[in-house]
């Protein structure tokens, strides 16, 4: 798990003591913090929120949310609203449809937050039924409110920048190739990608 600071520092130590990279990163830039999230539908819903706007954009858009709603946007209250006020709340028709989809999924009990298969892959299977949910959300999600200790985040553009200048590599490495050099880091690749973005000085989720 990464879900501690303890933890997360072990990981970071046993791919530091594989990689000379990450143990020069490590000696110059110190540890991460944890960033853990709340496990759960306002999580993932606070994610299609945040989706390809500014961090200040999201905050604004889910205090409204919250004034129309109530605390954490309970999900039946979320699918009895109508569009003009999700609207006036800042969400666009795409991510209402994405948040409805979220919503109708957990009401119905189709998809259960708590209980996702132990199994990664399976996991983000499960997670990218969502609408607007895709491979790079479910795996943030898994990481960062689940603190599964194996999630790489391959595609991301950020990790990929962060891992090539680690690495010293000529150029930034695609994701095929992400997935190849990390598989010495079994099982710690989701230290290694929180290590990626704390090099990169990306904040996500």
Request: net charge negative; aromatic share 6%; with cysteine.
């Given at each position: 798990?990464?879900?501690?600071?303890?933890?997360?520092?072990?990981?970071?130590?046993?791919?530091?003591?594989?990689?000379?990279?990450?143990?020069?990163?490590?000696?110059a830039?110190?540890?991460?913090?944890?960033?853990?999230r709340?496990?759960?539908?306002?999580?993932?819903?606070?994610?299609?929120?945040?989706?390809?706007?500014?961090?200040?954009?999201?905050?604004?858009?889910?205090?409204r949310?919250?004034?129309?709603?109530?605390?954490?946007?309970?999900?039946?209250?979320?699918?009895?609203?109508?569009?003009?006020?999700?609207?006036?709340?800042?969400?666009?028709?795409?991510?209402?449809?994405?948040?409805?989809?979220?919503?109708e999924?957990?009401?119905?009990?189709?998809?259960d937050?708590?209980?996702?298969?132990?199994?990664?892959?399976?996991?983000?299977?499960?997670?990218v039924?969502?609408k607007?949910?895709?491979?790079?959300?479910?795996?943030?999600?898994?990481?960062?409110?689940?603190?599964?200790?194996?999630?790489?985040?391959?595609?991301?553009?950020?990790?990929?920048?962060?891992?090539?200048?680690i690495?010293?590599?000529?150029?930034?490495?695609g994701?095929?190739?992400?997935?190849?050099?990390a598989?010495?880091?079994?099982?710690?690749?989701?230290?290694?990608?929180?290590?990626?973005?704390?090099?990169?000085?990306?904040?996500?989720?």
């Amino acid at each position: 798990m990464v879900a501690t600071t303890e933890q997360l520092h072990e990981s970071i130590d046993a791919i530091a003591a594989l990689e000379p990279g990450f143990a020069q990163v490590l000696r110059a830039i110190g540890y991460p913090g944890t960033r853990m999230r709340p496990v759960g539908y306002e999580t993932l819903l606070r994610t299609i929120v945040g989706q390809q706007v500014s961090v200040a954009s999201a905050a604004a858009v889910w205090r409204r949310l919250e004034a129309e709603l109530g605390e954490g946007c309970d999900p039946a209250a979320l699918l009895a609203s109508d569009h003009d006020a999700l609207r006036a709340c800042g969400l666009s028709r795409q991510k209402q449809g994405y948040a409805r989809s979220l919503a109708e999924l957990v009401t119905s009990g189709e998809l259960d937050l708590r209980a996702l298969p132990v199994d990664d892959e399976e996991a983000i299977a499960k997670l990218v039924r969502i609408k607007g949910i895709g491979r790079w959300s479910a795996e943030i999600y898994l990481l960062f409110a689940e603190g599964r200790p194996d999630i790489w985040p391959a595609g991301d553009l950020a990790v990929q920048i962060a891992i090539g200048r680690i690495l010293g590599l000529p150029e930034r490495p695609g994701e095929k190739m992400m997935r190849q050099l990390a598989e010495r880091w079994r099982p710690h690749r989701g230290a290694a990608a929180i290590m990626a973005w704390h090099h990169y000085n990306t904040e996500v989720l």
